[in-house]
C-alpha cells in the first residue's frame, strides 16, 4: 500500500508540474501557418525487428509502434525523422552493423512522415549496396530523403530539398559529422559537415526562392545532456549564413536548446539533440525523445512558435503483444490508466518527463 500511495503521491505532484509548462506545447492549427513536425532518431536494434515479427505469416509489422504518436505526426504539414538505420536487406541485425526490416519504413509512412534524414553515422553500415537500397526503398513508397545520394546527378536534382506549403517556400539540409570511419564508394555521395559546401548549398537554396532555411545535422557526442563547444560553433555558423532553424541528432539523449540571433537580430531556433524516437536503448535519458513543432507564418514568412512534446518509448504489451510504442507524456497525464503501465514504467516515463522538461524550460513562444 504504501508504494501505491507513493506513486500516487508522485503522479499528483507530477501533474501539478506539468501545468507551469503549458506554454511549450501549442498543438494548435490555424490555416496562415505551415507547421512542422522533427523527431529524433529512429533506431533498428534488434529487439526491435523481433518483436515486430509474426511467425504466423512470417512477416513484420510496425504499426503498432507508432500508433499513439500517429495524429500529432499527421497534424503537420510536414514531418521529419532521422531514419538512423539502413534499410538494406536481409540477414536484419542491430547494434554495430544494423539493417531492418522494409516494413519499417511502411509504418513510417502509415504513421505520417514526408522526409527522412539519411546523413548519419549508421548509412554506411552495410556499405554501397545498404545506402542504394536504402534510398530505393525510401523513394518507392513516396518518402522524401535528404543527406545521401546514389550519385552526384542525383544530389544536384534533389539538394538542398525545396517543398512548399500555402505558398511557403521551404529548404531542409542534412549533413552528418561521419560515418563511423566507413568510407563513402563513388559515385555514391554524403553530406559530411564541411562549411564551404555548406554556403553553398544554402546560396543555391537561396537562388531557387527559399523562404525558410531548416539544417537537420548530425553531431555532439553521445549521451551527453549538454551540447558542445563544437555543436555550438556550428550552430552559429548555420545561423550567420541564413539558416532559420536548426534540429541536431545522434546523441541518443534530449540535449539543451537554445534561441541564437543571426547577424540580422533575428532569432533562430537551435534544437541540439532530439533524443531518440525509438529505440530499445534502456539508459534512464535514452528511453524517449522530442516530438519539435515549429509553426511558420506563410504571409510573414517567420518562426511564429516552437513548442514540444516528450514521447516515451515502452517496451511491453499492446493489443495483446508485446512492443516497442510510443507514448506521449501529454496523453499519460491525462489518462494514465488508459496505457496499463506498472509501477516501474509509470514511475520512469514521469521521471524521463520532468527531467526532459527541465532541460528545455527556457524555451518559451517566440512572439
Not at 552528418?176 to 553553398?200: A, C, F, H, Q, W
Not at 512534446?309 to 488508459?338: C, M, W
Amino acid at each position: 500500500m504504501k508504494k501505491y500511495f507513493l506513486l500516487f503521491a508522485f503522479l499528483f505532484l507530477y501533474i501539478n508540474l506539468l501545468h507551469n509548462y503549458s506554454n511549450v506545447r501549442l498543438f494548435s492549427n490555424k490555416k496562415e501557418l505551415v507547421s512542422l513536425i522533427f523527431v529524433g532518431d529512429i533506431m533498428g536494434h534488434s529487439p526491435q525487428f523481433h518483436a515486430a515479427y509474426n511467425e504466423n505469416t512470417n512477416t513484420y509489422n510496425y504499426d503498432v509502434c507508432f500508433q499513439q504518436v500517429k495524429r500529432y505526426i499527421q497534424s503537420a504539414n510536414f514531418a521529419v525523422a532521422n531514419l538512423e538505420v539502413p534499410i538494406a536487406g536481409k540477414p536484419y541485425s542491430g547494434f554495430p552493423y544494423f539493417s531492418s526490416p522494409d516494413e519499417l519504413l511502411d509504418a513510417i509512412k502509415k504513421s505520417g512522415f514526408d522526409i527522412l534524414q539519411t546523413a548519419n553515422n549508421h548509412i554506411l553500415d552495410r556499405g554501397k549496396i545498404g545506402l542504394e537500397r536504402t534510398l530505393v526503398q525510401i523513394d518507392r513508397r513516396k518518402l522524401h530523403s535528404i543527406g545521401s545520394y546514389i550519385d552526384g546527378n542525383q544530389r544536384n536534382k534533389t539538394y538542398p530539398l525545396i517543398l512548399e506549403s500555402n505558398g511557403l517556400k521551404l529548404a531542409f539540409f542534412n549533413c552528418t559529422y561521419g560515418t563511423n570511419s566507413i568510407r563513402v564508394v563513388k559515385p555514391n555521395l554524403i553530406n559530411y559537415i564541411d562549411t564551404l559546401e555548406i554556403i553553398e548549398d544554402i546560396e543555391k537554396a537561396n537562388k531557387l526562392g527559399a523562404d525558410v532555411r531548416i539544417m537537420t545535422v548530425h553531431w555532439g557526442n553521445e549521451n551527453e545532456l549538454k551540447a558542445n563547444v563544437v555543436q555550438r560553433s556550428l550552430a552559429k555558423f548555420f545561423v550567420n549564413h541564413g539558416i532559420n532553424l536548426v534540429v541536431g541528432s545522434h546523441p541518443h539523449v534530449i540535449q539543451n536548446a537554445e534561441i541564437m540571433r543571426n547577424k540580422d537580430g533575428k532569432q533562430v531556433p537551435v534544437f541540439y539533440s532530439l533524443g531518440n524516437f525509438i529505440s530499445n536503448q534502456r539508459e534512464s535519458n535514452n528511453k524517449g525523445g522530442l516530438m519539435l513543432k515549429v509553426d511558420i507564418n506563410s504571409h510573414s514568412k517567420k518562426i511564429t512558435s516552437v513548442s514540444y512534446l516528450p514521447v516515451y518509448v515502452h517496451r511491453g504489451r499492446l493489443n495483446g503483444d508485446f512492443q516497442f510504442h510510443l507514448i506521449p507524456t501529454i496523453d499519460f497525464e491525462k489518462n494514465p490508466s488508459a496505457f496499463a503501465l506498472n509501477k516501474e514504467d509509470s514511475a520512469s516515463l514521469i521521471q524521463f518527463d520532468i527531467k526532459t522538461r527541465d532541460r528545455l524550460s527556457n524555451i518559451k513562444l517566440i512572439q
